[in-house]
């Protein structure tokens, strides 16, 4: 798809809008770990490697990268989720603050753990992940709090993203609250999704699936081809009565399915791939901030192609700014 020099100048103003946006991301928080190191014998005691500790990091995960994507646009940020009163919770707020990412409705909940996930890596090769996290459903009192933070906080953003993520968040009356609120304002809400809850994703204004989350969701068996993914994307839309879907296809690049049956296929940027991590959030992050900004669906989708084109070509889990953005596309 080649972009016109009048069309890339819109899009340059577009995100020369992106600072000061307030934008409300609802989800799992999460604490991303990462242990590095290099493996140079096995165990005497198991056959597994022994990993000699050369690093070890700690990042924003979940909801947190997608406000974290945000915020290094120049977005105002609020997150509303739930904490555990733990290390790994404080930790993560602390790291908000950082960023001045806004906690002041996020939950705290005694009685569960902070959802935390750690990766041991050894020579650029993922050796295991161990996680913690206290499984179920949130007690009555803790989903009653998220309810009314969300409230609340929706009448003090210009854009709303639920960032799924499985851990209990994002609820059916919470989606419902939520869809609510946006339409009664007047704003966008979009949803990166969790395939267990496909069905529970009725008038967005855009869900992000990937292909395999757009084929899981539906549960339908992965097919090859432009034609049934064609099919697929229109059936997503119908069935969950969606203003737009986008579907995220690595190197494949994007589909983006519209009202009055209009189809764009927009062709990947990335010159390098160096990692994924964290793709889908640049992707629903900069989308959402461009239709807070005044674009169309298209055109954010445009810019979140290039943002995701960016991050691919860092290592780690990445976010990219306002001058890398404007830069590729010069």
């Known amino acids: 798809m ?28 999460m604490l991303d770990q990462f242990i590095r190191g290099g493996v140079s014998r096995l165990s005497p005691e198991a056959p597994v490697p022994v990993v000699q500790v050369r690093a070890e990091s700690f990042v924003l995960g979940g909801a947190g990268n997608v406000a974290h994507n945000l915020s290094a646009l120049g977005a105002r940020v609020e997150v509303v989720g739930v904490l555990g009163d733990d290390p790994a919770g404080r930790m993560l707020l602390d790291d908000f603050s950082a960023r001045s990412i806004k906690v002041g409705r996020v939950v705290s909940d005694p009685a569960r753990v902070t959802s935390q996930k750690c990766r041991v890596i050894a ?3 993922q050796v295991v992940r161990f996680d913690r996290e206290t499984p179920g459903p949130f007690p009555a009192h803790t989903e009653r709090s998220l309810l009314k933070s969300l409230l609340t906080a929706m009448l003090e953003c210009d854009a709303i993203i ?14 419902k609250t939520a869809i609510t609120g946006a339409r009664r304002r007047g704003i966008p809400l979009t949803v990166d999704p969790k395939v267990e809850h496909f ?11 990937n292909t395999s989350e757009a084929w899981a969701g539906m549960r339908r068996p992965q097919q090859a081809g432009e034609r049934p993914l064609a099919a697929l994307g229109w059936d997503i ?6 203003k737009s879907v986008l579907i995220t296809r690595g190197s494949d ?20 791939v160096f990692d994924v ?20 669906i298209r055109e954010a989708s445009v ?21 890398e953005l404007k830069e590729t596309l010069r």
């Open 199 to 209: 069905g529970l994703y009725r008038g967005v204004d855009c869900i992000t699936p």
């Open 237 to 242: 839309r119908a069935r969950l009565r969606a």
């Open 2 to 29: 080649t972009i016109a020099h009048a069309e890339r100048s819109r899009l340059q103003g577009i995100i020369d809008r992106f600072p000061g946006k307030r934008i409300l991301v609802v989800g799992d928080l």
């Open 303 to 323: 810019i979140s192609n290039y943002a995701a084109g960016i991050v691919v070509g860092k290592l780690g889990t990445a976010v990219c700014t306002v001058p």
């Open 253 to 272: 690049g994007m589909s983006l399915f519209e009202a009055g049956g209009r189809l764009t296929h927009i062709p990947t940027v990335a010159q390098e």
């Open 123 to 125: 020579e650029h090769q």
């Open 277 to 296: 991590t964290g793709a889908g959030d640049t992707v629903i992050s900069v989308l959402t901030l461009g239709l807070a900004a005044g674009a169309r």
């Open 162 to 175: 639920l960032s799924d993520y499985g851990k209990g968040v994002i609820s059916r009356q919470l989606i």
